[in-house]
């Protein structure tokens, strides 16, 4: 083992020393722990881990179960609909379906309306940087050097608002849910603003300062697959138009999977559906505007319920359970590698 040398004091008119300073965090003198892994310390974290993890995974796993949910795939059952948007030229034509289903059982709690998107890929990089932040925020920028291109501006040069791929692509139908009670029908109350992330409503989109919206978003243009500009995409509450809509703000967050569902209406605790959505016939109605065809795509409409945990998503459960195996197992083939080298050990010591 080397000695450990100090640095001697410099001498007068000596060159400069390039020694470190005489402290103990220079010279390594600041006192630590090196824990000593004896096989009781190892086989107990091993365990310990293995045991943690398959608890909170078998909990997670169960209270998934425990979830509620209910999913109709209506591309189909809006055939005429569908083939009614395969042609462009016929986007400001209205088409409207119904459909009819049953709830065997009651749904309590509060209850989430989901559409579900099939073979939508979200994840291209040119789509993803399809947008502009700064835009967003409600600020008066130069669209042109964003990466909105090619949906920044018209050929007249009226610039979009919102640019970008995204924004464009905007799913636009329109559901609603009615109750058949008897020989009447009730239509569900659904809750359509408080859907979205608070930070997204709160910091990351903002509209124009003005004390009119339509003024706000005078000298822009709505995107062109869009039936209405952006300041009347809620013409029932002013408080959710422009840049801070929550259907809006929700598709904004883009998704890393082909396959995905986003929040579009929570159903309002109110009169026969205080606890939620009670067994029985009940219909959606729904005004088809988001084609699918052409990128051989399906879309649902998904009801369900929540738990402590979040959403029917078994995904984190099986990963805590996955986790906790690998480290029991691992902790039961060290523990038999450590008798047999022992049981060694003793043999030769005789």
């Known amino acids: 083992m080397k000695n450990k040398t100090s640095c001697l004091p410099q001498e007068a008119g000596a060159r400069p020393s390039r020694c470190p300073d005489n402290s103990a965090f220079k010279q390594q003198r600041l006192p630590a722990w090196k824990p000593q892994l004896t096989i009781a310390t190892v086989l107990s974290s091993f365990f310990l881990t293995g045991a943690f993890c ?36 016929n986007w400001n034509k209205e088409c409207h379906c119904s459909v009819n289903f049953t709830l065997k059982e009651d749904m309590l709690g509060d209850v989430f309306m ?18 502009s932040d700064a ?11 964003s990466y909105c291109a090619p949906f920044t501006t018209y050929q007249n040069g ?8 995204i924004a464009n692509s905007m799913f636009n139908d329109t559901i609603d849910l009615f109750y058949n009670l008897n020989s009447s029908v009730v239509q569900v109350p659904l809750l359509k603003t408080g859907n979205s992330w608070w930070t997204d409503k709160n910091v990351k989109f903002r509209n124009p300062k003005s004390d009119n919206l339509s003024s706000a978003f005078a000298g822009t243009a709505r995107p062109p697959y869009w039936q209405k500009p952006v300041y009347l995409l809620d013409e029932e509450d002013e408080r959710n138009n422009g840049y801070v809509n929550d259907d809006f703000i929700i598709w904004m967050r883009v998704s890393a999977f082909a396959t995905f569902r986003n929040l579009y209406r929570r159903v309002e605790r109110v009169k026969q559906f205080v606890n939620g959505l009670p067994a029985g016939n009940y219909t959606f109605h729904i005004s088809y505007n988001f084609p699918v065809t052409k990128f051989k795509g399906r879309k649902h409409v998904i009801l369900s319920t929540v738990v402590w945990s979040g959403g029917s998503n078994p995904f984190l459960g099986i990963a805590y359970v996955v986790t906790g195996t690998a480290a029991t197992l691992m902790g039961f083939v060290i523990t038999a590698i450590h008798l047999k080298l022992r049981k060694k050990k003793t043999y030769f010591q005789k």
């Open 54 to 89: 398959l608890s909170v995974g078998i909990c997670l796993i169960l209270s998934a179960n425990s979830i509620r949910e209910f999913q109709i795939n209506y591309s189909d059952k809006c055939s005429e609909c569908s083939k009614l948007r395969e042609n462009t030229s």
């Open 114 to 131: 989901y559409y579900g998107l099939q073979n939508f890929y979200q994840n291209h990089r040119r789509y993803v940087i399809s947008r």
């Open 135 to 145: 835009q967003l925020l409600g600020q008066n920028v130069n669209i042109e050097k």
């Open 158 to 165: 009226t610039p979009m608002a919102p640019c970008g791929a």
